[in-house]
């Protein structure tokens, strides 16, 4: 089955400054990647997904890159704001009949004022 | 919509007790999935559900664990005999059957077992 390293497990960043959060999976024939935010006492929510057939997406403040090759794939936040603080998962989809995703760890991203 | 619905919120039980969590998903949804978020293991896919039909539950940790869904708008998910190591967030998310690959997740019930 599929496996998902995600890093780093904490991540403290200025108000302002950029945020990336990384994550490798180990099934290549993984071809959807999404990103989820979950703020405390909530369920995650999707910010962002990527296909495998695109190599990079961006809304607003975030962007998506993937890595087919290397099997990894990042999230970049830029000019953080203290809303941004929450933990976030990244997960991938394995191509095929499944619909279910794996997730990775996690990153307690916490933006400080 | 109101978005997926879980109940209870909080569920504070004895060992050895029956626990029953609920969810509602986003009426025309054709997913269902159950989850168990713990600081140890993340969050773990348990079961989910096709038009009402369990496809995967590989992710039960033991027979104790049980899943229903009787209905497109139901679903619960049940513990007998509860046991301390069980203590954890269990979320509930729904999707639909075409289009993106989105799974809406419910608040999630914390369930503390004493």
């Known amino acids: 089955g599929e496996n998902v390293e995600q890093h780093p497990s904490t991540l403290s960043v200025q108000e302002g400054d950029s945020a990336v959060i990384k994550c490798t999976y180990s099934?290549?024939?993984?071809?959807?990647f999404p990103w989820y935010k979950q703020e405390l006492g909530k369920g995650p929510q999707l910010i962002i997904d990527?296909?495998?057939?695109?190599g990079e997406k961006k809304d607003q403040r975030i962007a998506v890159t993937l890595n087919k090759t290397a099997k990894h794939f990042s999230l970049h936040i830029t000019e953080t704001q203290p809303e941004d603080s929450a933990v976030y998962f990244c997960?991938?989809?394995?191509?095929?009949?499944?619909?279910?995703?794996?997730f990775g760890s996690g990153t307690q991203l916490t933006v400080l004022p | 919509d109101a978005g997926v619905i879980q109940s209870p919120r909080h569920e504070v039980t004895e060992m050895g007790q029956e626990v029953t969590l609920r969810c509602k998903p986003i009426?025309?949804?054709?997913?269902l999935f159950w989850y168990r978020q713990t600081m140890m293991r993340g969050l773990e896919l348990l079961i989910y559900?096709?038009?009402?039909?369990?496809?995967?539950d590989s992710g039960m940790p033991e027979d104790r664990f049980s899943a229903k869904m009787p209905n497109a708008s139901f679903s619960t998910l049940k513990i007998q005999p509860s046991e301390p190591r069980d203590s954890a967030v269990y979320f509930c998310?729904?999707?639909?059957?075409?289009?993106?690959?989105?799974?809406?997740f419910g608040a999630g019930t914390r369930l503390s077992v004493l």
């Open positions: 998310a729904s999707r639909t059957g075409t289009g993106r690959d989105i799974q809406y």
């Open positions: 099934d290549s024939a993984s071809n959807y």
């Open positions: 990527i296909r495998s057939n695109v």
């Open positions: 997960a991938a989809r394995q191509a095929g009949s499944a619909r279910q995703l794996t």
């Open positions: 009426s025309g949804h054709d997913y």
């Open positions: 559900f096709n038009n009402n039909v369990p496809i995967d």
